[in-house]
């Protein structure tokens, strides 16, 4: 019971994170010209829209990752129109930038909440950390549940933010290039995106670099958020 229930909390953040990546994405792309996503209803806070696009990896993936691993990981998709994509690939690398922004924005949120309630008594650092333990309630029951929320959110965000800009197809760091790129590196760098085994071979090799790059990321971040904390 005690599995099933942090596996809620986990599957609450985690659609909250995902739908927040995906709206995000489809709100840039409107902004800029595209409607594609707009359409397709995903300028939208409600999850709905997103798991019924992906219902594979919003839905069942991230249940297999929390059972097999202790934690969850997923994906969803906001439609994009290509077209307008080649013609304005300034505009396509700022809406691919949105999504890991907002995972930013909600890392943040969650340091915030951790440092209010550490202020207010609520909360303190713990000894040892992991995703769903990243602060600790000096009282149990309510504060203790509010916790693991913080913490998972945290924890899960900075996961989502740090996997998606990886430079590599299909994630969203590898659109986000163009922003650097002049006119003719960039025909030439989404030509070779467009080689169709690249999502595969991109998310392989996204997936072992993730494993040597998160670790002293996460060790960092939570030294920025307890100053003087000195975790190793």
């Not at 599957?11 to 359409?39: M, V």
């Not at 202020?119 to 040892?128: H, I, K, T, V, W």
């Not at 990321?217 to 190793?232: D, E, M, Q, R, V």
Request: net charge neutral.
């Amino acid at each position: 019971m005690e599995t099933f229930a942090y596996g809620i909390a986990w599957y609450i953040i985690f659609l909250l994170s995902l739908t927040l990546h995906e709206a995000a994405h489809a709100f840039i792309a409107l902004k800029l010209g595209d409607r594609t996503a707009y359409y397709a209803g995903q300028v939208s806070l409600s999850p709905v829209p997103h798991l019924r696009r992906e219902p594979y990896g919003a839905i069942v993936i991230p249940w297999l990752s929390y059972f097999f691993a202790g934690w969850m990981l997923g994906w969803a998709s906001a439609p994009y129109d290509p077209v307008w994509a080649d013609r304005y690939p300034k505009r396509a690398a700022l809406m691919s930038l949105a999504g890991p922004a907002a995972n930013l924005f909600l890392m943040l949120v969650a340091a915030l909440l951790i440092h209010l309630g550490i202020r207010l008594g609520f909360f303190y650092a713990p000894e040892s950390i992991n995703f769903d333990h990243v602060t600790s309630a000096t009282s149990p029951g309510f504060f203790h549940g509010l916790a693991t929320m913080v913490s998972i959110l945290f924890s899960l965000n900075l996961v989502l933010f740090t996997f998606n800009l990886i430079p590599l197809p299909p994630l969203d760091g590898s659109g986000i290039l163009p922003l650097f790129l002049n006119p003719d590196m960039n025909r030439q760098y989404q030509h070779f995106l467009s080689q169709p085994y690249m999502s595969v071979v991109g998310l392989l090799t996204a997936w072992f670099l993730f494993d040597h790059i998160f670790s002293p990321l996460f060790t960092l971040a939570l030294n920025i958020l307890y100053p003087g904390s000195h975790y190793g």
